[in-house]
């Protein structure tokens, strides 16, 4: 571990004093070798962070992860950051618990600067059926051992006075806030796992796009890459947003459709809005990132897409949303909007389980979910591929469960993919 | 994006609700089992590129269409009515 250098505050203060010369590359750059005990396609958050906790948790050292771009280049780079555990059911609750659990250390576990911010998530009753549903999820919440506090109409006044509680189509009548939930650096967050895998000498090979996984009686014994052919008995599909393409290499279809999530960002404003704050009357959500920015979402486009922009519709619905709820926001003028490809499965849950190959495993579904998840996915995926056992709290991300009937609908709206 | 309703002509898309993969259109037997079933309702090749899928003229003629797309692009080919398929016996 000599090489690898330890970021401090010290560091950036000799180093500052030093014309920052001694700054050394993150990770290395390995060429593939023919031969690894387990490979991971895809090098995005998910990826990287089972990676890092085969080798941290498990032991692996001879592991590569295969990225057919750049590290972090996909739904880890286009999201909106937001990290929280308010889920409702089995499956969902502990799973979010554990990862919200993970986050709050991840920093001195990675050695890395990834700007967790707790600073709260506030979502809104807009209704008395509204607000009794948020209380049953505030103490579900409580039940799984985190926070969860029900606000009253003053309360979320006293907090968000700017939000506009005067019309009449949609009046407040409270909410419900965790404290723990927040905003974290996305990039920040591959990187760190990027870092963290490779001193445990773990090989982060990038442009090296999967073409073929190698089956032979029912078991995997490698894949085929635009780098050449590479062995091993133990692969990962970790590759939201490209599932079914990577699924169809190895002869299987997922119960998973695609689906572009736009989201937008404001011109750099000063410090307005404290928390992560979210509609309840239509699929809006914002926090403000750490350069100003407003950062807000709205929902699917709802048609089947991979193009990674979304169209005209949707964006007009979120301004809509926004402008209702905080006119205010009709001051600030839209920088960016971009789109991220969902894998939408039909109940909104995802898949962290074993495939029908000995050998091949699969975590992918994460819906619009996958970025809070991303140090318990690793977690858990890591589990499955070094013990052949699906880990605790993710027993229930079944693949199969959608011809079982052991679905995990978070919203209450039936077997479709579009419609979580 | 528009989309050409072989009855009303290219509306912009804000007239129809999407469905879904035209998986749905070739619906197994009832007894068909639970394979088939899983297959039907969730099992998706999910295409990046060029689909068929399901589309209801809602805000327009009412009609089911099979459109013709493309999920990269966003491109659209064609579209047909599901009601008047060749060889369809529902």
């Known amino acids: ?420 | 994006m528009r989309i050409p309703c072989p009855l009303c002509g290219p509306r912009d898309r804000r007239e129809f609700t999407y469905y879904g993969s035209d998986d749905y259109l070739n619906r197994p037997s009832p007894d068909a089992g639970e394979a088939a079933w899983d297959d039907h309702l969730h099992l998706r090749a999910n295409p990046a590129g060029e689909t068929h899928d399901l589309w209801y003229h809602e805000a327009g003629c009412a009609q089911w269409l099979r459109v013709h797309r493309n999920t990269v692009s966003h491109e659209i080919y064609g579209a047909e009515l599901v009601a008047g398929r060749k060889g369809d016996a529902q």
């Open chain 1, 1 to 420: 571990m000599g090489r690898h250098m330890r970021y401090s505050g010290l560091k950036v203060f000799t180093e500052g004093l030093f014309g920052n010369k001694g700054w050394k590359p993150a990770w290395r750059t390995p060429a593939p070798k023919p031969e690894y005990d387990a490979i991971i396609i895809g090098g995005g958050g998910h990826g990287l962070s089972t990676a890092y906790y085969l080798a941290k948790n498990h032991g692996l050292r001879n592991i590569a992860v295969l990225e057919k771009g750049y590290l972090g280049g996909g739904n880890v780079g286009r999201n909106t950051t937001i990290v929280r555990a308010n889920y409702f059911l089995p499956g969902n609750s502990e799973f979010y618990s554990h990862s919200l659990k993970l986050w709050e250390n991840l920093e001195s576990e990675l050695n890395y600067n990834v700007m967790h911010s707790q600073r709260g998530q506030l979502i809104l009753a807009h209704s008395d059926g509204q607000r009794d549903a948020l209380a049953r999820r505030g103490n579900a919440i409580v039940n799984q051992g985190d926070d969860a506090e029900l606000w009253s109409l003053d309360q979320v006044r006293d907090f968000a006075p700017y939000l506009d509680y005067e019309q009449t189509r949609f009046p407040i009548y409270g909410g419900l806030m965790q404290w723990r939930a927040g905003t974290a650096r996305h990039d920040a967050v591959a990187w760190g796992y990027a870092r963290g895998a490779d001193r445990f000498g773990v090989d982060l090979i990038q442009n090296c796009e999967v073409t073929g996984i190698d089956i032979q009686n029912g078991r995997v014994t490698g894949v085929q890459t635009t780098r050449g052919p590479i062995k091993a008995k133990k692969v990962g599909m970790v590759v939201a947003g490209r599932s079914s393409q990577v699924a169809a290499m190895a002869g299987m279809r997922l119960p998973i459709e695609s689906h572009v999530l736009q989201a937008f960002v404001t011109e750099g404003l000063k410090p307005v809005i404290d928390s992560v704050i979210s509609f309840g009357m239509g699929h809006f959500y914002i926090s403000q990132s750490d350069k100003g920015g407003l950062v807000f979402g709205g929902d699917l486009d709802f048609y089947a897409s991979y193009a990674a922009r979304g169209n005209l519709p949707m964006l007009e619905h979120v301004m809509e949303a926004a402008m209702t709820l905080m006119p205010m926001i009709g001051r600030a003028k839209i920088l960016r909007g971009w789109g991220g490809i969902m894998d939408m499965t039909p109940d909104g849950s995802p898949i962290i389980d074993k495939t029908p190959v000995e050998g091949l495993f699969v975590d992918a579904g994460w819906n619009y979910g996958g970025f809070k998840a991303t140090p318990a996915s690793g977690w858990c995926m890591a589990h499955l591929m070094a013990t052949g056992e699906s880990h605790e709290v993710a027993r229930r991300f079944r693949l199969d469960r959608f011809r079982t009937g052991h679905v995990i609908d978070e919203e209450g709206t039936g077997s479709q993919h579009n419609l979580h």
